[in-house]
């Protein structure tokens, strides 16, 4: 949830072609290059002091780059990691490439600091998937899975006991999970998995609210097979994705737009394309939108918009 101190400025980040640039307020820090492969993990920290992602080295060893928005200061932090989850605070954690689970305050200790992740001693944590403060979503394989691949298992692991089972993939490519917080503030969580069969692609996704067992999300908007693009939860407790719907024969699909799903279906916000959105302190926002297969990042108020770059990849802004 939004800490009580979060600044009032507008703050946003966002990665474009191995660069994160962050914008708070009136000032600009970046571009800054790295080797941002996971354009999806660009986080900020909870306070809203922290923006960052992972950046991934030639020789394969991930760093933790971490900005600071009041001052421009940078962080350079080998952690051994391809993603980091805020949890807090200034703190993310993350699975480093000893299967160990780390916390890293960004505020305080200049070191990662190691905890349990209390999984089964059958299993070892590959990556923290998502978070929703200090409860997580935590992607395992089997000892025999040397290379990383094949079946994985998602565990819940909170603060208050042992880690539970709650989902196992066929695959971990291309699976991915969404932390948030619903309208009572309980954790809550997405989870979904994109197919392909070779002749019509297809996802499937369940909503996770912790302590409760998984249930199937219901992603059909129209004929064809809808598909989901960036997804975040609002501070209302609501999920929103942009969804676009892929006919498996026929005309080539239409441009993705923001849904938000509410009262058990989904309701379409915008008529017009978009492929990331997240909403700013001041009511305004920033949104990624295609324009002639290049994506562009905008920073709208009301019905007016500002251009403020091209080729993003992903979007950020600390929670509101």
């Known amino acids: 949830m ?21 914008q708070a307020g009136d000032r600009t820090v970046g571009p800054i290059v790295g080797g941002f492969r996971e354009a999806s993990n660009v986080f900020w920290t909870a306070s809203g002091t922290y923006a960052g992602a992972v950046s991934i080295a030639a020789d394969g060893l991930g760093s933790v780059v971490a900005i600071d928005a009041r001052t421009g200061d940078l962080r350079r932090i080998p952690c051994g990691c391809s993603r980091v989850e805020p949890i807090g605070d200034d ?44 409860t997580m979503l935590v992607r395992t394989v089997l000892p025999s899975a040397d290379d990383g691949f094949g079946d994985d298992t998602i565990f819940l692991v909170g603060p208050g006991g042992p880690a539970r089972k709650v989902h196992r993939h066929a695959s971990i490519v291309d699976s991915r999970a969404v932390g948030g917080h619903d309208s009572d503030g309980r954790p809550v969580f997405l989870i979904s998995q994109p197919a392909d069969d070779g002749i019509c692609p297809d996802e499937q996704a369940w909503i996770l609210p912790a302590g409760i067992a998984l249930a199937r999300l219901d992603l059909r908007i129209g004929p064809g097979v809808t598909l989901m693009g960036d997804t975040w939860w609002d501070r209302e407790g609501r999920l929103n994705s942009t969804l676009v719907i892929i006919p498996c024969e026929g005309p080539d699909p239409a441009s993705p737009a923001w849904w938000r799903w509410s009262g058990g279906k989904w309701t379409q916000v915008e008529d017009r ?32 918009r500002v251009r403020i770059a091209t080729e993003v990849l992903a979007v950020a802004a600390p929670p509101v």
């Open 2 to 22: 939004p800490s009580p101190s979060a600044p009032v400025e507008d703050r946003f980040a966002w990665i474009s072609a191995g660069e994160i640039t962050v």
């Open 91 to 134: 703190r993310v954690a993350y699975v480093d490439d000893q299967n160990q689970g780390r916390i890293l305050d960004l505020a305080g200790a200049a070191e990662p600091a190691a905890f349990e992740l209390r999984l089964p001693a059958e299993v070892r944590a590959t990556e923290i998937v998502a978070a929703a403060g200090e």
């Open 273 to 304: 394309p978009v492929t990331a959105v997240r909403m700013l302190a001041s009511g305004d926002r920033a949104e990624i939108v295609p324009e002639d297969d290049i994506q562009v990042l905008y920073r709208r108020h009301g019905d007016a």
